[in-house]
């Protein structure tokens, strides 16, 4: 502890979080002075306001007005902790930019947080607060405001001065109402989210948010949508499922923007013909009281996803309206006029791109599944901080290197496509990949040290590249792996160092030519699921039984099993494991 302590002298930033405090040391509230006994060691002149204090996930009960001690401190984050309440002092930090407070047991916040001027972003959420203090509206620089899961059932009128606010998270709360006043107030908001909450109307005002990209308003009791709504012309995203709304406003159309449309859940009669306009990606009409659809909607051929089951659909067959999107529209627009059939424009893969884009900005994900892309488009690299990357279905022989770029990326699905070559070098740029799906594909065989550049890969599917694993690609070098999928990879026999990744929870090793199971499986005791379908497997090794704690399933069908009765078989995993550990010897 004194050498973190020392450590945050000279940086100006301490971390004391998972350390199982009860309370704050002493000595943070002193603003660390009088560490150490002197000596050469203490260079006093060389020390740093304390600016940074991270507590997060300890069991800390209260915290002491000496914090005022602290007038520097920027960043202060208290989440996972046991606080009731927050002392007076919090507003004599001056400088404080952000405060989490989330996930502890706070009932109010002091009327004192308004002093605190110069705050950015407030966590507060997962607590048991029935009210935000009014004097937040005078902190004029806030952007950013989290108040999610806590027992809130107004918002302060006050917080109508914060005219900077640009993220709004109340999920999770009683709001009956948030005002005209208010929401007209905050221009600036990009994402809006009250969902779970009880209102009943959305204001007219929220037609002045212009700049709003994401709107989350599912599980509430919202009567209408008001024709206002034309004026969010940023929305690319909007929530609306379980509420009471019985009509679309034909309004929504003006949304040139709009990606994802939530509707289910509610008490839609019909979807407007104007709305059939709209660019939409994802469509979600479950549950509803539609007993027909527009045949206009068949011309909204950028729609990968369209939801519909639950509703009383009396002109379309139940086969078209479970099955895949385009079959339902190549359907729809065949009950159109000839005249209005041949002015449908099928969406250009561009204007496609564009719009999985600029959902992206928001969710983090991008997806380009199913494009007949013969290259990777440069909006992948261009599109920000992208966690999820989706190419799979396509056409694409190798990835280019702007690829590097995407640092942020933790999933990679490159599935069904015609790629060649195992591509190392911008891999290893991609230092935050944890799931790489490369499944179906040309690969060529994998360098030996090829696993090298992905260590913290946990989910790994290479199935139907079976020329991949000639060169004996160290699995070693996996040490964090969960999933490993080898279907159709003609193996012969199980790679050796597979007996080592202790924490394998899936193995797939299905439609292979293995004719044996090496005792050594035995080491997964982490593994809950083990397909082994459809192989050569005449026998299994009854150490394979002491997985029995573990293992949840274990596919053996497809393969000339001897050893084992059917009855045994078909009696399930358990009955198979325990029938394996009665035969080991004693």
Not at 194 to 203: F, V
Not at 283 to 289: E, F, I
Not at 290 to 313: A, I
Request: hydrophobic share 40%.
């Amino acid at each position: 502890m004194n050498r973190l302590l020392k450590a945050a002298r000279a940086s100006g930033s301490l971390n004391l979080s998972n350390r199982s405090l009860t309370e704050i040391p002493d000595e943070v509230y002193r603003n660390l002075e009088g560490l150490g006994g002197g000596g050469d060691d203490d260079k006093w002149w060389e020390a740093v306001e304390l600016q940074k204090l991270i507590l997060a996930h300890n069991s800390i009960g209260w915290l002491k007005e000496d914090l005022k001690n602290l007038p520097f401190l920027a960043v202060l984050n208290l989440s996972h902790n046991c606080l009731s309440q927050l002392p007076a002092a919090i507003g004599e930090l001056p400088q404080l930019k952000m405060l989490d407070v989330s996930f502890n047991s706070i009932i109010e916040i002091p009327e004192e947080i308004g002093s605190a001027a110069s705050l950015v972003k407030l966590d507060c959420s997962n607590n048991r607060l029935t009210e935000l203090p009014s004097s937040l509206g005078r902190c004029l620089e806030l952007l950013d405001l989290k108040g999610s899961n806590n027992l809130l059932t107004s918002l302060p009128e006050d917080l109508a001065n914060c005219s900077k606010l640009s993220k709004l998270d109340m999920e999770g709360n009683k709001l009956t109402v948030i005002s005209e006043n208010l929401i007209s107030s905050w221009t600036m908001l990009t994402e809006f989210n009250a969902s779970k909450n009880l209102l009943t109307g959305l204001p007219v005002s929220i037609g002045g948010l212009s700049r709003l990209i994401r709107l989350d308003l599912h599980q509430n009791r919202i009567l209408a949508i008001p024709s206002s709504i034309n004026g969010c012309h940023s929305l690319t995203e909007l929530y609306l499922g379980n509420n009471n709304i019985s009509t679309v406003p034909v309004e929504i159309a003006a949304l040139n923007r709009l990606g994802t449309l939530v509707l289910h859940s509610n008490q839609l009669k019909d979807y407007p013909v104007e709305a059939c306009n709209l660019s939409l990606l994802v469509l979600d009409l479950s549950n509803n009281s539609l007993s027909g659809l527009p045949p206009e909607m068949g011309k909204m051929t950028t729609l990968r996803k369209l939801l519909l089951s639950g509703n009383p659909l009396r002109t379309l067959r139940s086969s078209l309206v479970s099955g895949p999107t385009p079959a339902l529209l190549k359907f729809l627009r065949s009950r159109l006029s000839t005249d209005e059939d041949s002015e449908t424009v099928t969406t250009s893969k561009e204007e496609v791109i564009a719009m999985a884009t600029r959902l992206s900005i928001t969710s983090k994900e991008l997806s380009m599944e199913g494009l007949g892309l013969t290259a990777v488009p440069s909006e992948v690299w261009e599109s920000g901080e992208v966690i999820k990357l989706d190419l799979s279905r396509n056409s694409i022989q190798e990835l280019p290197v702007q690829l590097s770029s995407c640092v942020s990326l933790q999933t990679l699905i490159l599935s069904k496509n015609q790629i060649i070559e195992w591509p190392s070098s911008i891999l290893k740029s991609l230092s935050s990949l944890s799931c790489l799906k490369i499944d179906n594909n040309s690969l060529r065989q994998i360098p030996s040290d090829g696993f090298e550049v992905v260590p913290k890969l946990q989910i790994l599917d290479l199935s139907g590249n079976a020329a991949s694993l000639l060169d004996g690609p160290a699995f070693s070098s996996l040490p964090y792996l969960q999933e490993l999928h080898l279907r159709r990879m003609r193996l012969s026999e199980v790679p050796s160092d597979i007996v080592g990744l202790h924490q394998l929870r899936v193995l797939d090793l299905s439609q292979n030519s293995l004719q044996s199971i090496p005792v050594g499986l035995k080491n997964l005791t982490s593994l809950e699921e083990l397909d082994l379908s459809d192989n050569n497997i005449s026998v299994l090794p009854p150490e394979l039984g002491l997985l029995e704690p573990s293992l949840q399933a274990l596919r053996l069908d497809g393969n000339p099993l001897r050893s084992i009765r059917r009855t045994v078989l078909s009696k399930g995993t358990k009955a198979v494991l325990n029938y394996l550990k009665d035969k080991l010897p004693e």
